[in-house]
């Protein structure tokens, strides 16, 4: 006990002797009750000390151009890092449809696509395709579920390679849907008709 009581005093950590003897005279359940209390403790004392931080104290609005500015074009990796920075972070950036608008990359896994088109919400898509950028296999399914489903809300549409698979998505007349937003279409190396 003695041996117990040095290492405690020793610390490099000023603790009360009151503390000290309770930590002494305690039992395993209560030791983790007060360690639960400290790391609480601390965990609330660090996000006190970080809402001081300059970033802490920016509005939303000058976060998100921030975010904007940061993120490259069809990229969801950075938004993912920077959601994770902290809640509020997160917070900003999944009630931001333009960001994971920007972010709309077709070679992502159809899963995470699926999510990310969800979180546009209902903004305007520019989709870019280029059959060299496919090194997933993903980016096809994807085009096709844009074109199935979304083709209304494309702002933006470039679609670039050769294949069957493209081919049959540009000349199968899944694109018969108005796009009244519209207002850039781009299609190169195709080597099909298109649907009347």
Known sequence: MEGLYHTLVSSPVTLSKEFLWTVMVADA?????????????????????????????????????????????????????????????????????LLWHKALNLVDRTAWFSEVLRRTQTVPLEVFFDITEDYTGYAIPNLTAVMIDHFWRCASLHIEGYGDDIEEIVSSGIMTDKAWLLRRL???NISCSLPM
């Not at 902290?86 to 900003?92: D, E, F, L, V």
């Open 186 to 188: 781009s299609i190169h």
């Open 29 to 97: 359940e209560e030791i983790d009750q007060m360690l639960w209390t400290l790391c609480s403790a601390i965990v609330y004392a660090s996000k006190w000390h970080n809402s001081f931080a300059p970033a802490a104290r920016l509005h939303d609005d000058i976060l998100l151009l921030i975010f904007e500015h940061t993120l490259p074009d069809r990229d969801t990796c950075m938004l993912r890092t920077l959601s994770q920075v902290c809640h509020r972070w997160r917070s900003t950036i999944l009630q931001a449809p």
